[in-house]
């Protein structure tokens, strides 16, 4: 059962004032929200969560209750309405808060940054508050930005009851201290980690437009960097003039374990894959396409034959070609069949004739 509140007749006198600006209160949250919401779309900024909330009565009845003297109307009350940013990195709570600066105005005098506390079982509450008005004029509204797992810590302390001036038995508090210090490690840790990251993908791409391919290891993220540069366009583009076929775009990632199994391990390799076989690859596609009206190929198309000829260089036969297609379909007897066609249709090349 709630416990009954007793407010004197100038708290009373400060709910009425609530009641009266209720639905100004209501409509500031909804404009902050979505401006704020807008504004960090725009700069392309992702948060894991937004929230809003107008204060409640029964909550401000607590709040005034004890200490409704502090404050000449309830105007003065600066946490009437509120949000809450939520982001995953630590560096992205200061570009939450260069953007608030931009389209709000900011009472410094009754903002704070309690991430510039050092007491060691603070983590959950250092969060970045900002009071702010609109710039066109409103009551004053509050911004909470926080990370993710400063979010998930204050949450957890909240729900088995602990603040830091409870007094609480010195074996309790040690370990509050020592797993509020890891949090906080932790987080630092994982903002550091993504910028090391960043940093690394930009050295890549620069690699890669610079042609420096042997300096780039053969990895998801750097196979994916130089698919953008679309190493396999010419050969598609004269696989699509033998029959004049219209070529639509798909997935090469799934190539990339295969060509992990050849033992490639940096771009280079890739590209040598390309510089040394594509004569090869495009005599296998005329064998495949000029007895037949296909006129739509798979982006594809030049990367499979590149590492069907490389299989057969390498002295494949029908096991090899099969363990191919295994990779590519997923394992099935009936890539025999596709194994026994590129037999059949590479036998005309030069350096298989010269295998006989």
Same mark, same amino acid.
């Given at each position: 059962?709630?416990? #009954?509140?007793?407010?004197?007749?100038?708290?009373?006198?400060?709910?009425?004032?609530?009641?009266?600006?209720?639905?100004?209160?209501?409509?500031?949250?909804?404009?902050?929200?979505?401006?704020?919401?807008?504004?960090?779309?725009?700069?392309?900024?992702?948060?894991?969560?937004?929230? +809003?909330?107008?204060?409640?009565?029964?909550?401000?009845?607590?709040?005034?209750?004890?200490?409704?003297? +502090?404050?000449?109307?309830?105007?003065?009350?600066?946490?009437?309405?509120?949000?809450?940013?939520?982001?995953?990195?630590?560096?992205?709570?200061?570009?939450?808060?260069?953007?608030?600066?931009? %389209?709000?105005?900011?009472?410094?005098?009754?903002?704070?940054?309690?991430?510039?506390?050092?007491?060691?079982?603070?983590?959950?509450?250092?969060?970045?508050?900002?009071?702010?008005? =609109?710039?066109?004029?409103?009551?004053?509204?509050? %911004?909470?930005?926080?990370?993710?797992?400063?979010?998930?810590?204050?949450?957890?302390?909240?729900?088995?009851?602990?603040?830091?001036?409870?007094?609480?038995?010195?074996?309790?508090?040690?370990?509050?201290?020592?797993?509020?210090?890891? =949090?906080?490690?932790?987080?630092?840790?994982?903002?550091?980690?993504?910028?090391?990251?960043?940093?690394?993908?930009?050295?890549?791409?620069?690699?890669?437009?610079?042609?420096?391919?042997?300096?780039?290891?053969?990895?998801?993220?750097?196979?994916?960097?130089?698919?953008?540069?679309?190493?396999?366009?010419?050969?598609?583009?004269?696989?699509?003039?033998?029959?004049? !076929?219209?070529?639509?775009?798909?997935?090469? =990632?799934?190539?990339?374990?295969?060509?992990?199994?050849?033992?490639?391990?940096?771009?280079?390799?890739?590209?040598?894959?390309?510089? /040394?076989?594509? /004569?090869?690859?495009?005599?296998?596609?005329?064998?495949?396409?000029? =007895?037949?009206?296909?006129?739509?190929? !798979?982006?594809?198309? !030049?990367?499979?034959?590149?590492?069907? %000829?490389?299989?057969?260089? +390498?002295?494949?036969?029908?096991?090899?070609? #099969?363990?191919?297609?295994?990779?590519?379909?997923?394992?099935?007897? !009936?890539?025999?069949?596709?194994?026994?066609?590129?037999?059949?249709?590479?036998?005309?090349?030069?350096?298989?004739?010269?295998?006989?």
């Amino acid at each position: 059962m709630d416990k #009954k509140v007793n407010l004197d007749a100038h708290g009373q006198e400060l709910m009425r004032q609530y009641y009266d600006l209720l639905p100004i209160l209501e409509k500031l949250a909804e404009d902050a929200y979505d401006m704020l919401s807008k504004a960090l779309q725009e700069q392309g900024i992702y948060v894991t969560a937004m929230e +809003k909330r107008v204060k409640s009565a029964r909550s401000l009845e607590g709040k005034l209750e004890l200490k409704g003297s +502090k404050y000449k109307t309830v105007q003065d009350v600066t946490d009437l309405v509120g949000l809450r940013v939520i982001t995953f990195y630590t560096d992205e709570v200061d570009k939450v808060a260069a953007i608030t600066k931009r %389209i709000f105005d900011v009472d410094w005098h009754e903002s704070v940054d309690k991430r510039k506390l050092h007491d060691l079982t603070s983590f959950g509450y250092n969060s970045l508050h900002f009071i702010c008005r =609109m710039k066109t004029g409103s009551p004053r509204f509050e %911004i909470q930005m926080r990370t993710a797992l400063q979010h998930v810590w204050s949450t957890i302390e909240h729900d088995i009851g602990y603040k830091g001036e409870v007094k609480m038995p010195s074996e309790y508090r040690r370990q509050f201290s020592r797993l509020s210090g890891m =949090m906080e490690l932790i987080d630092d840790e994982f903002s550091r980690l993504r910028t090391v990251l960043t940093d690394y993908r930009r050295k890549i791409q620069s690699l890669v437009k610079s042609g420096h391919l042997d300096e780039v290891p053969l990895s998801q993220s750097t196979f994916r960097n130089y698919l953008e540069t679309e190493p396999f366009h010419r050969l598609n583009e004269r696989i699509a003039a033998i029959n004049q !076929a219209e070529i639509y775009p798909t997935s090469l =990632m799934p190539f990339l374990r295969v060509l992990v199994s050849f033992g490639m391990e940096t771009l280079g390799d890739v590209q040598r894959l390309i510089d /040394e076989n594509s /004569e090869d690859a495009y005599q296998l596609a005329i064998s495949q396409l000029a =007895m037949t009206d296909l006129d739509i190929l !798979a982006s594809s198309t !030049a990367l499979q034959n590149l590492c069907l %000829i490389y299989v057969l260089r +390498k002295g494949g036969g029908r096991e090899e070609l #099969k363990a191919y297609y295994d990779k590519i379909n997923g394992a099935s007897d !009936a890539n025999y069949l596709l194994a026994d066609n590129i037999l059949e249709q590479a036998a005309t090349l030069p350096f298989m004739k010269n295998k006989e």
